[in-house]
């Protein structure tokens, strides 16, 4: 249980989430899915509340808060709105490097900007040929005095367009995972250009670009860590990283739980509410088992996040087990409402498209089954 | 300038709230309890009010029972300095004649009995009386200025804006003075994680009757002047009337809005 502090951040979160978010949701994904729309100003709001800085240290200008909290209240956000729970998420995998490999100076350039919410990352690992097989990326770094010059391709990007930085992840030398290296590069550096936002399934509010690097100079202070340990960085990073993805499954599966079994207490038929009929109750029963053990899985890795102990393969299983969950529930909620459930006039339908790149993103759930495989094996 | 703020806790107007069947008061058991909605706009003024003139202190009072405190820890997450919180179980029950009496010596005590601005929201979201502004103002001797949509603080004067159904009054008063604000008058601010933080290290006091120097016979149900009798819950609403369009649907409906006096 969080204490007194976390439990009162979490209840902000939700006054946020139903002042702010709530009352936005619907129609800020339903304008993204046609045109551009990006909920900057939501992202300013919990930037200001402080809630985009939660588990970094207090020196660093972040709350210190133990992961078991920041992961909560990337649920209550998820809950309320998908696209900006994975755009928390995503924000934290951007500082991540900075917070954790990062010189004392670098530090303190660059985090205060990241953890207040003036300034919003982007991401820069996956390549069109280059999506889970990190190691076979082709975008490089060429070191040309204090500079480096940056060339290559980066697919998949959120965020692309919008944010104030890009963490990218570049070759610096031919030696396959280990010639990667992670570079700031800000918004504003000359050569940087991005492609068209793709047209997705879902979670429109979360644009997403292809990100063009055409010899881009960025100094060689804005490299984090040493030449040659990127790919320790991001794997690194991606173990935190999916935690957020696992709470943000959770958090949109207890949203899509909370809309059925609302519905199941309105709808009438056959004289009284359907929940009251065992065939639906059950089905509400088997999501609420979905939910609570997804929640589990993720506690219980940030847990041992928290006490200093290796997590990397509760991470995969958090990961796989809440995204996992997420489908099943997100489908079974749009059941629950029957036809009202496949129109545009509930959110269920919205959420069901929303669980499905949970699955995908942040290492498919292959991806997951591979890395757990290999602890078994160990 | 130091302001009062004084606020209350009720239960959450987005719940079922209900009265306890054994002396009709509200039932705060079955609902949970929040700082009135209307009375954060008088912290967010209170607290632009002292940042924009680069000092002074809010004090937000609240007159309740334990779980009040929540009201006064609010305030102080969003920004208030210090809270004052009057708790003692006579008061169970009490009516606006005697919350403004409590409130008003608290206000005495709390501000060495010279207090430089009060202010308050223009009504609770439970009782909405919206009286006790000006009971305290006469109580406390003070200009009652209420309902402000628009509130500045002059060297000497408080200025506000009035919005009535027809015309906008501009209404000046001296300071020290009692101003009920509406919920036209600002946005308040979220409390933040620093906030939520910092309130934890701020000073509150509780005081009961005995510390303000009054009887509890002057206070609770006893000494209402008024009293609920009884109460029902609100009816569901009735089904509407269907007019099925038989070739004069719009007469009919016509017909319905004119009797409505919607036409």
Known sequence: MPSDEGQDLIDLTREICAKELRPKVDEAERAAATGESFPTEVFRALGAAGLLSLPQPEEHGGYGQPYEVYLQVVEEIASAWMSVAVGVSVHSLTAYP????????????????????DQLGAYCLSEPLAGSDIASMTTRA?????????????AWISHAGHADYYTTFARTSDDGGKGLSCLVVPADAEGLSFGAPERKMGLHCDTVREVMFDDVRVDAGRRIGDEGQGMAIALSALDAGRLGIAAAATGLAQGALDLA?????????????????????????????????????????????????????????????????????????????????????????????????????????????????????? | MNIVVCVKYVPDSQSERTFQESDNTVDREATDGLLSELDEYAVEEALKIVEARGGGEVTVLTVGPAAAADAIKKALQMG???????????IHGSDAVATSLVLAEAVKKATDGSPELVLTGMASTDGTMGVVPAMMAERLGLPQVTYASELTVGDGTVTIRRDGDTASETVEASLPALVSVTDQINEPRYPSFKGIMAAKKKPVDTWSLADLGLEASQVGLDAAWTTVVTFAQRPPRAQGQIVTDEGEGGAKLAEFLSAQKFL
């Open chain 1, 98 to 117: 900075v917070a954790t490999f990062g010189t004392p100076e670098q530090q303190a350039a660059l985090l205060p900007g990241m953890l207040s919410g």
């Open chain 1, 142 to 154: 060429t070191r040309d005095g204090d500079q480096y010059v940056i060339r290559g391709r980066k």
């Open chain 1, 261 to 378: 079994a609302g519905y199941a207490t309105e709808r009438r038929q056959f004289g009284r509410a359907i929940g009251e009929f065992q065939g639906l109750q059950f089905l509400l029963a088997d999501m609420e088992a979905a939910v609570t053990s997804a929640r589990a899985t993720y506690l219980h890795a940030a847990r041992l996040k928290d006490a200093g102990r290796a997590f990397s393969k509760e991470a995969a299983v958090a990961k796989l087990v809440a995204t996992d969950a997420a489908m099943k529930v997100t489908t079974d909620a749009v059941q629950a409402l029957g036809g009202a459930g496949y129109t545009q006039d509930f959110p269920a339908e919205r959420f069901l498209r929303e669980a499905k790149i949970t699955q995908i993103f942040e290492g498919t759930n292959q991806i997951q089954r591979m890395v757990i495989g290999r602890h078994v094996l160990r």
């Open chain 2, 80 to 90: 208030a300095h210090r809270g004052v919180h009057v708790q003692d179980d006579a």
